[in-house]
């Protein structure tokens, strides 16, 4: 089991910056690939970036070039950096975990944290 909890929401203006921070417990030895995903009112929960535990990053098109993944394993966490954020960049934040054992791969999520970019 692993468990996640998301922290660094709150409501910035456009073109402003947040952090999000992802902190893991429980069975992280075995944490595959951790990642961000986002979820706006009335629509489909979307991918917005995923990092491997040897580092290899992948970003959905909407944010390259101004969000970044990172993970600190010392602290088992990991960062959403959100640079120059748009109002349409609104929504709830999702932390996810893949973790793979032999015969067995399970995803994680955390509850979510609320990113609102507005005037």
């Known amino acids: 089991q692993v468990q996640l909890v998301e922290s660094g929401g709150g409501l910035v203006q456009p073109g402003g910056s947040l952090r999000l921070s992802c902190a893991a417990s429980g069975s992280i030895s075995s944490v595959n690939v951790m990642g961000w995903y986002r979820q706006a009112p009335g629509k489909q929960r979307e991918l917005v970036a995923t990092?491997?535990?040897?580092?290899?990053?992948n970003y959905a098109d909407p944010v390259k070039g101004r969000f970044t993944i990172s993970r600190d394993n010392a602290k088992n966490t990991v960062y959403l950096q959100m640079n120059s954020l748009k109002s349409e960049d609104t929504a709830v934040y999702l932390c996810?975990?893949?973790?793979?054992?032999?015969?067995?791969?399970?995803?994680?999520w955390g509850k979510g944290t609320q990113v609102t970019v507005s005037s």
């Open positions: 996810n975990a893949i973790t793979i054992v032999p015969g067995s791969l399970n995803n994680y």
């Open positions: 990092i491997t535990s040897g580092r290899s990053t």
